[in-house]
């Protein structure tokens, strides 16, 4: 990643409900990376950890700080997300939409395609495989 930029949440305290990451009763914080992709115009979005209600605003905010032609979301270390992460990736998608910009959704694990196909969703986020697809597909 060239020209990255690091937002980091602080670690929080696992719910009794959610999932245990850890022993020590510590979620791991979300860790957010920003770059310019491999062609002018493309900004590319890394998300690495669990993302949650607890990271949301931090989510959003990144999403929003900057409009470009072509936004990647790579959540290839995103083991799980619950609903109001979700919650930004639609927003990602008509925000977009709207902007008439372009985006793609790169690396969903399983548990979260599951949620793309149980939301009815999974054919209308734009999502590859890999950011390499992504950049074919969208033209880039």
Known sequence: ????????NPPRPLSRFGPSCHS?????????????????GVRIIK??????????????????????PITLLDVTEVPYMDSAAFGCLV???VSCEARKTKY?????????????????????LIAYETIDEALAKLNV
């Open 1 to 8: 990643f060239s020209d990255v930029k690091i937002t980091l």
């Open 24 to 40: 020590k009763g510590i979620a791991e914080p979300l860790q957010i990376l920003e770059s310019t992709g491999p062609r002018e």
């Open 47 to 68: 998300l690495i950890g669990p993302c949650t209600l607890a990271d949301m605003f931090t989510f959003q905010t990144v999403l929003r700080a900057e409009a470009a």
């Open 91 to 93: 927003r990602l998608h």
């Open 104 to 124: 793609a959704i790169v690396g969903t694990a399983d548990r979260v395609k599951t949620l793309f196909k149980i939301t009815h969703v999974e054919s209308i």
